[in-house]
């Protein structure tokens, strides 16, 4: 089997190791018998598992004890209704901060849920939005904070637009008073950041993390014992902290892959190690998108340029899918933009691997000389 | 490898068939390179895969046109608020039919949400709840159901209480006007039922399904249609059947796992060759109980005793310790009676081999032979 050089936006490639293992013990999960897909989430064998996946994310993270790790389920998407279902309360505002169209989707459904169940208002803290689009993150002085919201609301990384924040361990994210809230989705584990100036982060697992179907919600204890009580149990995150992510069945092969994917992860050296070679992996195609003499262009402003998401245009739409064509046509998979935007975009998460990253500069290259 | 003898109540056994196929394409699927898991769910290679899972579903249970099949995420529990959610409007009454612990949690979930969301009233249309539990189903005379109803809810099998109604090909449910709704998680696919006296059926995958993580909706569109449309696009079953179950990101493997599963039942002949042989594994256990002199005791009423999930009593808590004990010695897992409930519960889904079954009643027999 050739491996492809799978640059997907998510679900997207997943370490190696991390698949093979899963191969090796998929119809018999430790001497068991059974799949551990096929044994109970109340019974030893998989509890185990599922303890590892948590406590690896809060090591991985290095969250402190006053944080819980949560798996639920619905994706990043379900959370964007669910997030203001439990902290938006009557009487109070969130502040929405947009930056892209994951945001945007944020802001609607907030204000959805927000009517629909007796919340409170839902308050455009600011939009980079500019030419229908993305190209950077607000400044400081641009937000438009309400005094006394019941949060604030970002996205980290964009991955549609390819637009981050520069979080990093000495650059924090914009000073905001209100508990800070925010969708983590495709950078999550990818850099090293501060999570104590996070009250919430969610995200779907499918980037950084696992596999599609397990959504991960990180909340400081005093966070979740705020949220609202008159929901549903289900609906409420307290009811799964309380439970360890355990109060109904857990997508538990899902979770075993996340163990799997982040067991990797650690033995690869962590967060600082993984954020060193993502750092490169991005400068090579920004560098060959830079170096291009115009042919290739990224819209990006060049603070807010994506480590995770790299996204570029080509002169015509007609070079692009060609582009797309021939890259295809060497097993690099995944590089069309999504369809609201067009152009190219390179998803390089935690699993990509340099050298197929390298493979695709070089086919960059080679490209731009017979085309450009 | 020898396979454990797995009477799990779900997460369940799976069919070796479908356990092998996944282990065997686990890291090169269809030979493109990489996992299906790996597969964006907006390409080709899983939509071919989700479609088939969907279309899988609507050939074994023989749906008309008229209804669609979605596959979401949250599992049955999610549907206890999800469903009021959309379909219990302001100014209506929906009907709960209790007969059991999940019929319970239902109208508890329903009653929250309804508070929460401005939505009707919940009436308890029925409840055989007697000396703390259930051991039948209501006659009709024994409903009280409102006239104008938005629905009428139900528990088709009653997964702890081992507690089912007698449905068949020529046995429908209990008459009512109303649109019916069914919990069919632990019983779906397990026997012939006409899938057209209920309006939306939804479970957890992970009993005659696949494995945890899906959760299967299914739905006239006539109904889907009169859905509350103020809520977040999210949690509008609308949604996600305009989007063919790809609204978000799907749990792709999950679904996969599905479709491995329906391969399987459908290759072994459908759900009338696996009611068959669910009829003579479930036999099997229900006469070696009433054939022990009572030394077993099944507490549910002979009319209403589940094919799915069986469960009985021995004279002492310490001859069930004793039992479990012996039985997981012999590699039977699983046998153990739901915490809430105590006794011993033989979960015996369409995976469950009849070989299992056999070795579970004369072991059955030997032990009541020795501690009897
Ligand atoms: C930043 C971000 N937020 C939200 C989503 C939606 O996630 P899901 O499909 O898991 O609902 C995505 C998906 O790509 C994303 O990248
Ligand atoms: C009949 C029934 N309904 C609901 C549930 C809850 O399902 P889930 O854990 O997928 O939320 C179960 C789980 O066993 C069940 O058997
Ligand atoms: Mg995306
Ligand atoms: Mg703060
Ligand atoms: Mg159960
Ligand atoms: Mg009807």
Redesign the interface.
């Known amino acids: 089997?050739?491996?492809?050089l799978?640059f997907?936006?998510?679900?997207?490639?997943?370490p190696?190791a991390a698949?093979?293992r899963?191969?090796d013990e998929?119809?018999?999960f430790d001497g068991?018998?059974?799949?551990v897909?096929?044994?109970?989430?109340r019974?030893k064998v998989y509890e185990k598992v599922h303890h590892e996946a948590t406590a690896l994310v809060a090591e991985l993270l290095e969250l402190p004890k006053d944080y819980d790790v949560l798996f639920v389920?619905?994706?990043?998407?379900?959370a964007?209704?669910q997030i203001p279902m439990n902290f938006l309360e009557a009487g109070k505002t969130a502040d929405y901060i947009v930056t892209g169209a994951w945001g945007e989707k944020a802001v609607?459904?907030a204000r959805?849920?927000s009517?629909?169940?007796?919340g409170g208002e839902v308050h455009m803290a600011a939009s980079t939005q500019q030419d229908k689009t993305y190209v950077r993150v607000p400044r400081q002085d641009e937000l438009s904070l309400t005094p006394g919201a019941a949060y604030v609301h970002c996205t980290s990384n964009e991955t549609i637009h390819g637009v981050e924040y520069a979080l990093g361990p000495s650059t924090p994210f914009p000073k905001v008073q209100a508990p800070l809230i925010c969708d983590m989705s495709s950078d999550i584990l990818g850099r090293r950041v501060d999570m104590t100036q996070f009250d919430v982060v969610y995200g779907?697992a499918?980037k950084n993390i696992g596999?599609?179907?397990?959504t991960i919600v990180i909340a400081k204890k005093s966070m979740l014992d705020r949220g609202?009580k008159?929901?549903?149990?289900?609906?409420q995150y307290r009811t799964h902290a309380e439970n360890k992510s355990l109060?109904?069945?857990?997508?538990?092969?899902?979770i075993y892959?996340v163990r799997n994917t982040l067991a990797w992860l650690k033995s690869e050296g962590g967060v600082a190690a993984i954020e060193a070679r993502n750092v490169k992996k991005a400068a090579a195609l920004y560098d060959t998108i830079d170096g291009s003499g115009g042919f290739y262009r990224c819209p990006v402003d060049k603070a807010c340029r994506s480590i995770m998401n790299v996204v570029w245009r080509l002169p015509t739409p007609e070079l692009e899918e060609a582009f797309v064509k021939e890259a295809e046509a060497q097993?690099m998979?995944?590089l069309k933009g999504h369809r609201s935007v067009g152009g190219i975009r390179a998803s390089i998460y935690n699993a990509v691997e340099p050298a197929w990253v390298d493979a695709l500069a070089a086919f960059m290259k080679d490209f731009a000389k017979r085309r450009g």
Chains 1, 2 share one sequence.
């Not at 089997?1 to 492809?4: I, K, L, T």
Request: glycine share 12%; net charge neutral.
């Open positions: 089997m050739s491996r492809a799978n997907n936006a998510g679900p997207a490639s997943l190696f698949l093979a899963a191969r998929l119809i018999d068991s018998g059974m799949s897909m096929e044994h109970s989430h019974g389920q619905g994706g990043a998407s379900m964007f209704a609607s459904e959805a849920m009517k629909a169940a007796n779907g499918q596999p599609s179907g397990v609202r008159d929901l549903p149990a289900i609906f109060y109904n069945t857990p997508p538990t092969f899902g892959l097993q998979i995944g």
